[in-house]
């Protein structure tokens, strides 16, 4: 192997060469599309921080919806923004039958019968303080907090939710979800764990969307992840898979491609990447102000599936796959 019987470039000197010998490809079937729902009639609101993004109330999910299906998009990801009137200090909307979340499913499902329906279970939407779990004695208290976990996912369950994704980094969560679904006879709901979610700084446009970066007064160090670690990455994903996870995500993404590269290697799962609004943000405003181009975008998506992940959790989806994926 070496030159000039080597010569690399002779792989690259044209296009159908190039198409030949890549090996990492991406598809309308690696994206889940997050989707904003808030309460009320006829709201299509957009959300400052992510350009391009909106909050629809239920009567108006049919445009992203179709949209979405259009584009042969998997599932969805329902995120709710609630009135503060329903916060308390317990997130006890999060167990109401009728929240938003749960109309939403119902709705999507009316629109489309084949497209997968994933929301998460954390309480940060529904709290006054805008923490996803409940506070005693001035901690988010683990156990405490499972109890009204479990309640929400069987809410979101009987709503028809697919797959039931806990976010909220609570030790022990998935199992005892996975119990009460069996007990429930939801024997064929996913789980798919936060199981890798660190504290991190690229959530903040998130937060202005689900309206709690006004609430939360302090950060989430206590449950979430610290990213000086990688070792306990490995931990966390092993424990979720043996109390019944179906698969695991990584989440942020981008700054974290060799989580999923190990987490890939080790546990040979499905995988997904998050590619969280803070990424979504810098890359746009990074686009409009010409620091960068437009393609910059598919470089990042790819980088996910090259690291290891089945599919993206990506607010970029529906336009990859317009501009890129649609010949
Ligand atoms: C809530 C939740 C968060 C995200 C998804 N679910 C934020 C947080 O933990 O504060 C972030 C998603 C994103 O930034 O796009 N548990």
Known sequence: MKFPSTRLRRNRKSEWSRRL??????????????????????????????????????????????????????????????????????????????????????????????????????????????????????????????KILIKQALVQAQAGCDIIAP????????????????????????????????????????????GTSSTLKSDKKTYQMDYKNSDEALLEVKLDLDEGADFVMVKPALAYLDIIYKIKQKFNVPVFAYNVSGEYSL????????????DIILEVIYSFKRAGANAIVSYFANEVIEKYLSK
């Open 167 to 210: 976010s909220d980094m609570m030790d022990g969560r998935i199992g005892l979800i996975r119990n009460a679904l069996e007990k429930n006879k939801f024997f064929n709901i996913q789980i798919l764990s936060y199981a890798v979610k660190y504290a991190s700084n690229f959530y903040s446009p998130f937060r202005d969307a689900v």
């Open 283 to 294: 890359i746009k405003n990074g686009i409009k102000s010409s620091l960068a181009k437009e």
């Open 21 to 146: 010998i890549n090996d990492t490809y991406l598809d309308k079937s690696d994206f889940i599309l997050p989707v904003f729902v808030c309460e009320g009639k006829n709201k299509k609101q957009e959300i400052k921080s992510m350009p391009g993004i909106f909050r629809y109330s239920i009567d108006r999910l049919d445009e992203i919806i179709s949209r979405a299906s259009k584009n042969k998009i998997p599932a969805v990801a329902i995120f709710p923004l609630i009135e503060n009137s329903k916060k308390n200090n317990k997130g006890t909307e999060a167990i109401n039958k009728n929240n938003v979340v749960c109309n939403a499913i119902s709705q999507v499902k009316k629109l489309n019968k084949n497209i997968g329906v994933m929301c998460d279970v954390a309480l940060d939407p529904y709290t006054s303080h805008g923490h996803d779990g409940l506070i005693i004695n001035n901690e988010i208290h683990n156990d405490e907090t499972n």
